[in-house]
């Protein structure tokens, strides 16, 4: 088999340096990241200038773009077999909740959904890279098993988050559903040089929905989780009063 392996954090991550050595022996591997980290870009393609591809000393082949990019021109063009399987990660941080909506490691696993192809993004809870190495092994035994038992029902997208533990691979591993969180804080208000004004955005919100079941609860309770995700953003339930509302007398 063929496994395309991304990120967000940009090519010289340790996290993708991690994931590569984790799926070894699996099948044939290629790994295309941004060259820059990307954090927080979500499912963004760049369409206002070209893209610059080249090929770094692990072999990795770099993008001077998004987490996105990276993996749609692998599908696209640049690789001459489609993959059998797409990768992300492992990332710098959680990717819980309402994260999803902004991360570019899920989103470099969904561009591989998109195109039809299971996909797996893969994140540490806690920044820092500690205890990597047995996020590789959690890593691995997720490939593992799906790849043992894939599901029969077309392509599907998994979000795993990871403990930073040691014993993280002998962790239980729940099947979980996103939490939410609060708005963010406020944004950041500095003056530049110049005396103008600039923004940092603020920090992430705290968990507002993290009860049993969510995947903030598994994580803080010692468990890995492993969130199942869909691209249909359609709120089905409210279809029929939408439609009397605005379709009516038309």
């Known amino acids: 088999m063929r496994i395309l392996i991304a990120n967000d954090d940009g090519y010289l991550a340790p996290g993708i340096a991690a994931l590569v050595e984790a799926m070894r022996g699996l099948g044939e591997i290629d790994v295309i990241a941004p060259e820059q980290n990307a954090s927080g870009t979500s499912n963004a393609l760049t369409l206002n200038r070209p893209l610059s591809v080249f090929t770094a000393a692990s072999g990795a082949r770099v993008i001077n773009g998004t987490p996105s990019d990276c993996v749609h021109v692998a599908?696209?063009?640049?690789?001459?077999?489609?993959p059998d399987l797409v990768l992300s990660g492992i990332n710098n941080g959680a990717n819980m909740g309402d994260d999803t909506l902004y991360s570019g490691t899920v989103a470099?696993?969904?561009?591989?959904?998109?195109?039809?192809?299971?996909?797996?993004?893969?994140?540490?809870?806690?920044?820092?890279?500690?205890?990597?190495?047995?996020?590789?092994?959690?890593?691995?035994?997720?490939?593992?098993?799906?790849?043992?038992?894939?599901p029969a029902d077309g392509p599907w997208?998994?979000?795993?988050?990871?403990?930073?533990?040691?014993?993280?691979?002998?962790?239980?591993?729940?099947?979980?559903?996103?939490?939410?969180?609060?708005?963010?804080?406020?944004?950041?208000?500095?003056?530049?040089?110049?005396?103008?004004?600039?923004?940092?955005?603020?920090?992430?919100?705290?968990?507002?929905?993290?009860?049993?079941?969510?995947?903030?609860?598994?994580?803080?309770?010692?468990?890995?989780?492993?969130?199942?995700?869909?691209?249909?953003?359609?709120?089905?339930?409210?279809?029929?009063?939408?439609?009397?509302?605005?379709?009516?007398?038309?």
């Open 75 to 82: 599908l696209t063009g640049l690789l001459p077999q489609r």
């Open 108 to 150: 470099a696993a969904m561009e591989g959904y998109l195109f039809g192809i299971p996909a797996i993004a893969f994140s540490q809870v806690d920044k820092g890279w500690a205890h990597l190495d047995a996020a590789a092994r959690v890593a691995r035994s997720v490939v593992e098993r799906v790849l043992a038992e894939p």
């Open 157 to 250: 997208l998994l979000n795993v988050n990871i403990p930073n533990r040691p014993d993280a691979d002998t962790l239980p591993r729940l099947v979980t559903r996103l939490g939410r969180r609060h708005a963010s804080e406020p944004v950041i208000q500095q003056t530049n040089p110049r005396g103008e004004p600039i923004y940092w955005i603020g920090p992430a919100g705290d968990a507002r929905e993290a009860g049993k079941g969510t995947d903030f609860h598994a994580t803080a309770s010692g468990c890995v989780s492993i969130t199942p995700l869909q691209v249909d953003l359609t709120d089905h339930a409210t279809l029929p009063s939408w439609r009397q509302r605005l379709e009516g007398g038309l």
